[in-house]
């Protein structure tokens, strides 16, 4: 009897791991969404530097692009939702 309730306390254990391992997947996912262009900027400007190359126009692509997520988050709200509709009313 002990040696089930010992399997089911395990198996309980690895299905809360990989819980916690898929919400930590889809966050990085979704980060990797939101600040794609960004970190592949970044990491190739890294790998430049590690290979003894020049990472500067890497690290120049990371910036104009983190420039552009910033703009692109200004953009984006609820001010604007009415825009298109009727207003007559």
């Known amino acids: 009897m002990s040696i ?3 399997a089911r306390c395990r198996g309980q254990g690895m299905t809360e791991y990989i ?3 898929a919400l930590i997947a889809v966050a990085a996912i979704a980060v990797y969404q939101f ?3 960004t970190i592949r900027s970044q990491m190739s400007a890294i790998a430049n530097e590690v290979a003894g190359q020049s990472g500067s126009a890497a690290m120049a692509a ?3 692009a983190a ?3 910033d703009n692109e988050q200004k953009a984006k709200g ?3 939702y009415a825009d298109g509709a009727d207003q007559s009313k």
Request: aromatic share 6%.
């Open 67 to 69: 420039g552009k997520t």
């Open 19 to 21: 819980i916690i391992v």
């Open 62 to 64: 990371a910036g104009a």
């Open 35 to 37: 600040f794609g262009q």
């Open 4 to 6: 089930r309730h010992a």
């Open 78 to 80: 609820l001010a604007k």
